[in-house]
């Protein structure tokens, strides 16, 4: 019966903390809701129909105010949209609300790259690289979002 108590952590662990390879792991404790919501917005993102995911974002940001993931997906859907001042102002908020946010620094660099800021995109690779000495996805993306913008 060694497996027991290793059953009943798990058991009795917050969903949102449990992540299976290939899912995202968010930052602050959520609800089993509030995490599906998070995940349909960045699926709904990454298919192409960022507007649909912005009335979700909204409402978990109405119902989680100090969430740095909901504001770094609501930057996300923004840029996504075509309106960068608003994606700005998201990223700003998220990295307020936790500085070393790994997906805001990201894309907030992605950001100054649209907006021809090389140089600030650069400043975030740099905070990544000493968040992720050992590499990290951000900074593997961002970097090679930067590089690609050097080759242009």
Same mark, same amino acid.
């Given at each position: ?35 599906? #919501?998070?995940?349909?917005? %960045? +699926? /709904? ?7 649909? =995911? *912005?009335?979700?974002?909204?409402? &978990? ?26 994606? #700005?102002?998201?990223?700003? %908020? +998220? /990295? ?7 997906? =805001? *620094?990201?894309?907030?660099?992605? &950001? ?32 090679? +979002? ?7």
């Amino acid at each position: 019966m060694r497996l027991l108590p290793v059953f009943l952590l798990f058991a009795f662990a917050p969903v949102s903390a449990l992540a299976l390879p290939g899912e995202d792991h968010w930052s602050g404790a959520l609800s089993p809701e509030e995490a599906a #919501g998070l995940e349909q917005s %960045r +699926a /709904l993102i990454e298919a192409g129909r960022a507007a649909e =995911a *912005l009335p979700i974002l909204e409402a &978990l940001a109405a119902a989680l105010p100090a969430n740095a993931d909901v504001f770094n997906l609501l930057g996300f859907a923004h840029r996504k949209t075509g309106d960068l001042a608003t994606s #700005g102002a998201h990223y700003v %908020r +998220a /990295l307020y609300l936790d500085p070393n946010h790994l997906g =805001a *620094l990201e894309y907030q660099g992605e &950001l100054f790259l649209m907006q021809g800021n090389l140089e600030s995109a650069e400043a975030n690779l740099r905070r990544l690289t000493a968040l992720c000495p050992e590499r990290c996805e951000e900074r593997d993306e961002l970097e090679a +979002a930067i590089e690609a913008k050097r080759a242009e």
